[in-house]
Structures are given as C-alpha cells and as structure tokens.
C-alpha cells in the first residue's frame, strides 16, 4: 500500500477550544496547493482518512473535492494518535493501493518513525500542509519504506 500522510495546514492561533481551530487564510491557500500537486502528479488515492480535529478535517475537505476522493472521518487519527493503533487500523485498508491520511504533529513523526523501524521520532519532522509518502510492505514496525516528505513550499 502507498500510504500519503498529509498534515493539516496552518490554522488560526485563536478559538474557543484547539480542535475548533479553523484554517487560516494560509492554511487554505496551503491545502488547495496540495490538492493541485497531488492533481498534477496524479497522486489518486482510493481512500481519505482525516482527523475529525478541525483544520485536519477542512484540510482533508479541499484535498478531497479537488481529487474527487472519497472521504472518510476515523477518531483514531485525532490529537495523540497511537502509532501501533493506527498502524492497526490501517490493516483494515490493506487492500486498497493508495491511502491518505490526515492528521497531526507529532503523532505523524511517531507513525513514520514506528513503521520505518526507528527507535525515535526525534529526527523527523512533518511540516504543516507537506506530504509525506510511505510504501508499506507490512503493517508492523518496521515494514514500511520511505520514498519522500516534501514540504508545500516545494510543491
């Protein structure tokens, strides 16, 4: 499976709660970049998995109108994700080719770092709004290759 991770993009500093935190003008301005790079590369995932956290959520909204993507609500993928959870949960997906998921810091550093094999997340950074592929051979730690992470300025 091609597994995309995408983080959410900027979003607003002030709101009642964190997960109420909406896109900011950036944030949008990043998404719809993503979702025309993902376009223009042909980047078609089957599934999209978002947070239900809400700059995850509307991150996940543009990107998947602009692909035409189904879009798919998991709580799993809300603030403090688990890595041997969502590596769990992904299994449920294993056969479809390509998934993306989107979601959070640090929890995407600590997902990458466990099925890379990796000690730590110390080394790894998701920026906001960048995409980070992953081929997934197993769905255990370690059973994963990484072919890129590309922050949205370079898209």
Known sequence: MQLYLLRHANA???AE????RCLSEKGLAQAKKVARFCAAQEIE????????VRRAHETALIVSAHLRAELAVEHWL???MNPEHATHELRDHRALS???IV???P????LVAHLLGLVSEERIVIRKASLTLLEIDSFRAGGACLHYSLPCRMM
């Open 12 to 14: 607003d500093t002030i």
């Open 17 to 20: 709660t964190d997960d109420a």
């Open 45 to 52: 995932p089957a599934l999209i998995l978002s947070s239900p």
């Open 78 to 80: 809300s603030c403090g």
């Open 98 to 100: 390509t998934v993306m």
């Open 103 to 105: 979601g959070h810091e």
């Open 107 to 110: 929890d995407f550093s600590r």
